[in-house]
């Protein structure tokens, strides 16, 4: 079965550089959601969209963005690197239960970004 | 203090031990209580999902809420060497899987499950 993809699977930064993290979730699904997961610590939710609209916020640094695309991708597009910022991001997909889904939140397996 | 508190662990048993593993938490709002596996370099994997209070049983797997208290608890029977995983509670107050409905983590616990 199709699961949610994350690419790049790994990313090495210089401090103050940009960094771009694509996720495309589960066919069907319509809603993503970014996690940060540091070293040791619990993923902590970013951002999350819902039929390409910015549904909900958590604690994303104003010098990370991200949007979802009409073919419901997203991007998390993180500037100005700061070494804080070495973490694995996960991303996830669901489709909402109105809808006929499960609600149920798939994780894909994560892009580790190493800010140097 | 965090919204969801779970030891860290590490916990070590041998194979075929009963695990019990908990987490509790200060937000009176939380109504949807997860459980996740999480592998090493492996994305959340969806364990058990409760609504409310009560418990709810899948194979070996048992989770148990306790809203008065702020606690939930996941026990594995028969534990085996293959659930050896870091396990992550998580909960929401929202719909989950809704267009509000992101999760808070706790730690995670570190298991081990020796043969």
């Known amino acids: 079965a199709a699961g949610v993809i994350q690419s790049p699977r790994h990313l090495i930064k210089e401090k103050r550089e940009t960094a771009t993290l694509k996720c495309y979730p589960i066919?069907?699904?319509?809603?993503v959601y970014w996690y940060q997961q540091g070293p040791g610590q619990d993923p902590q939710f970013l951002i999350s969209?819902?039929?390409?609209?910015?549904?909900d916020k958590g604690s994303i640094p104003d010098r990370f963005s991200a949007q979802q695309f009409s073919d419901y991708h997203s991007e998390l597009n993180m500037s100005s690197l700061e070494l804080g910022d070495s973490a694995l991001y996960f991303c996830?997909?669901?489709?909402?239960?109105?809808?006929?889904?499960?609600?149920?939140?798939?994780f894909g397996e994560g892009s580790r970004l190493t800010v140097l | 203090q965090k919204e969801v508190e779970q030891d860290p662990g590490p916990l070590s048993v041998p194979e075929g031990a009963i695990v019990s593993l908990n987490c509790t938490y200060s937000n009176s709002a939380f109504q949807y209580f997860m459980w996740y596996r999480q592998y090493s370099r492996k994305g959340p994997e969806l364990l058990m999902y409760t609504y409310s209070s009560g418990n709810k049983e899948d194979g070996r797997f048992t989770a148990q809420v306790d809203k008065s208290s702020k606690y939930i608890s996941l026990f594995i029977r028969d534990s085996q060497p293959s659930d050896s995983a870091t396990y992550l509670c998580a909960m929401s107050a929202h719909v989950y899987g809704g267009s509000q409905g992101n999760l808070i983590f706790g730690k995670g616990t570190k298991l081990s499950v020796k043969p």
């Open positions: 996830a997909s669901s489709f909402p239960i109105a809808g006929g889904g499960t609600g149920e939140l798939f």
């Open positions: 066919p069907r699904h319509d809603t």
């Open positions: 969209f819902y039929e390409k609209m910015q549904s």
